[in-house]
């Protein structure tokens, strides 16, 4: 997935095209790793996942996403 991820952003710039993640997007993506070993070393403790957009998630407008061939 990670190669799908990182081929997006790459035709997104060089299309000129706004990016289909945020900042918060990366966020949560990274706080993954950080979450699961806090898990594993509390014997599978569950952890709260962390709301880095203080519920402005809810009211955010999901980006089209149009894949085109070059």
């Known amino acids: 997935m990670d190669f799908v991820m990182?081929?997006?952003i790459v035709?997104?710039?060089r299309k000129g095209l706004?990016?289909?993640q945020s900042v918060y997007d990366a966020?949560?993506?990274s706080v993954i790793?950080?979450?699961s070993?806090?898990?594993a070393r509390a014997r599978s403790a569950g952890r709260d996942f962390p709301d880095?957009?203080?519920g402005l998630w809810k009211n955010t407008v999901p980006v089209r996403i149009e894949l085109?061939?070059?």
Request: charged share 25%.
């Open 52 to 54: 880095f957009t203080r």
């Open 33 to 35: 790793f950080d979450l």
């Open 6 to 8: 990182l081929w997006r």
């Open 11 to 13: 035709d997104c710039l």
């Open 27 to 29: 966020a949560a993506w």
């Open 68 to 70: 085109t061939a070059t």
């Open 37 to 39: 070993e806090q898990s």
């Open 18 to 20: 706004p990016l289909d």
